[in-house]
């Protein structure tokens, strides 16, 4: 079973530009998260989807951070404009539903380095 | 503000040693603790997981042990082994099902 897909895998921007990451779930996971991962810290929960629509983006900077998950299936998080403290891991997951204390499995993440 | 709280940042353990890390939380709504394990360049992976109403759980060399009146859970490995070398999180979650992460231990299994 394929897991959950991530790309790019390493991305260097300067700041105030913009970048886009792309994640692919676990074929037939209705729920996808996107968490950020700052070095020395754990997963942030920035938003989750059931199917294609939004969960929880409680913790999403909205004024910068989009994200969308058309069809319910792939997901694009974008960053506009970004600044440094952005420099992070983002890191997608997935469940097969999301319910309580359902697995979730990750993507090897995307390295984001804001200069 | 941090929910899980995660002790050490690091630690070395001999091939064979036991490793241990802590995690604290104060959400008493919490009722699901998993904890998982992170190679280098990989996303995090579920090691393994506790509700309350067990005191502990054991899956081959990993155990968790859980504390309700201390708020308090913590994570062994036995005989731990140079493949176990990676940063270990541990997760707390309410009914509502989103995790609540740790800082990480970064854990060195030395030959």
């Known amino acids: 079973e394929a897991g959950v897909a991530q790309s790019p895998r390493y991305k260097i921007i300067e700041k105030r530009q913009s970048v886009a990451f792309w994640c692919n779930p676990i074929s037939g996971h209705a729920t996808l998260y996107w968490y950020q991962q700052i070095l020395g810290q754990g997963p942030k929960l920035l938003i989750q989807f059931q199917n294609n629509g939004v969960v929880d983006d409680s913790q999403l900077p909205k004024d910068r951070f989009s994200a969308e998950r058309l069809k319910g299936v792939d997901s694009t998080l974008k960053i506009q404009p970004a600044k440094l403290e952005d420099s992070a891991v983002y890191l997608c997951?997935?469940?097969?539903?999301?319910?309580?204390?359902?697995?979730?499995?990750f993507g090897p993440g995307t390295r984001l380095l804001v200069l | 503000q941090q929910q899980v709280k995660q002790s050490p940042q690091s630690l070395i353990v001999q091939k064979g040693g036991i490793s241990i890390i802590n995690c604290a939380y104060e959400?008493?709504?919490?009722?699901?603790f998993p904890w998982y394990q992170q190679f280098p360049g990989k996303g995090p992976a579920l090691l393994i997981a506790?509700?309350?109403?067990?005191s502990e759980k054991k899956e081959g060399r990993f155990t968790i042990s859980f504390n309700k009146s201390a708020k308090q859970f913590s994570l062994h490995i036995m005989d731990s082994q140079p493949g176990d070398s990676a940063t270990y999180f541990c997760a707390a979650s309410d009914s509502w099902g989103k995790l609540q992460f740790g800082a990480g231990t970064q854990v060195v299994v030395t030959p």
């Open positions: 959400n008493t709504a919490f009722d699901y």
């Open positions: 506790i509700r309350p109403d067990v």
């Open positions: 997951a997935s469940s097969l539903s999301g319910l309580y204390q359902e697995t979730q499995y």
